[in-house]
């Protein structure tokens, strides 16, 4: 299994709170992803990043940032949880562009905001 | 308006049998596409993938099959088992996309009966 850590993995939360969500690898992977997963949707990506301090938007961006200040860890806040952030969020990494077949997604954190 | 659909949520298939899966996309630019299969409480994790300028990929009991005309692909899975009891998503992607994004189909749940 690739090195992928997500903290917490179950999290409670009321509306208008921050949120942060922590992604860490130990595979030294160049690319780093966040997803969400919700019914009927599959997987949205919402932000991403290509190196330390690279990060680009995704699909569903709006309401989420995202931080990466070291090549192992990748950081997504919400900065004031609403009821539809509540969904799964899976990180996700890969070494390099053009390599589809090689993005490993973490273990998921649900995100419950009340 | 999603752009990799999966129109049936759930399949249900005695083992032993074929299931087959199927996904529609709608961008043309995408020619990359891939099958993810994801268990409760885990991450999705790659199962098989194929390229536009091919209509069959083979890997071992699953076969992916790609109607680039209809835009439409198929995972078939030869002898079902019950282990193959997950959640499986079709995904795309652009060969041109360096960093690996994945668009996402809303998954069928597939459950393979003793």
């Known amino acids: 299994d690739a090195g992928i850590t997500q903290s917490p993995r179950h999290k409670v939360t009321e509306t208008g709170t921050p949120v942060t969500l922590r992604c860490h690898q130990t595979e030294n992977h160049r690319y780093m992803y966040w997803y969400r997963q919700d019914p009927g949707h599959g997987l949205r990506l919402i932000h991403y990043s290509y190196g330390v301090k690279d990060t680009d938007k995704g699909e569903v961006s709006d309401g989420y940032s995202v931080s990466r200040s070291k090549t192992e860890d990748f950081l997504l806040t919400l900065e004031s949880a609403t009821s539809s952030q509540t969904s799964v969020y899976f990180c996700?990494?890969?070494?390099?562009?053009?390599?589809?077949?090689?993005?490993?997604f973490g273990p998921g954190t649900r995100l419950t905001v009340t | 308006d999603q752009q990799v659909k999966q129109n049936s949520p759930s399949l249900s298939v005695q083992e032993g049998r074929i299931s087959i899966l199927n996904c529609d996309y709608t961008n043309s630019m995408f020619d990359y596409f891939l099958w993810y299969k994801k268990y409760p409480a885990e991450g999705p994790t790659f199962l098989i993938s194929?390229?536009?300028?091919?209509d069959k990929n083979e890997d071992g009991r699953f076969t992916v099959f790609l109607n680039k005309s209809a835009k439409h692909l198929s995972l078939h899975i030869v002898p079902s088992q019950p282990g193959d009891s997950a959640v499986y998503f079709c995904a795309a992607s652009g060969l041109s996309n360096a960093g690996n994004m994945l668009t996402f189909g809303g998954g069928t749940r597939l459950m393979v009966k003793p």
């Open positions: 194929i390229s536009s300028i091919k």
């Open positions: 996700a990494i890969s070494p390099a562009g053009g390599l589809a077949d090689f993005v490993y």
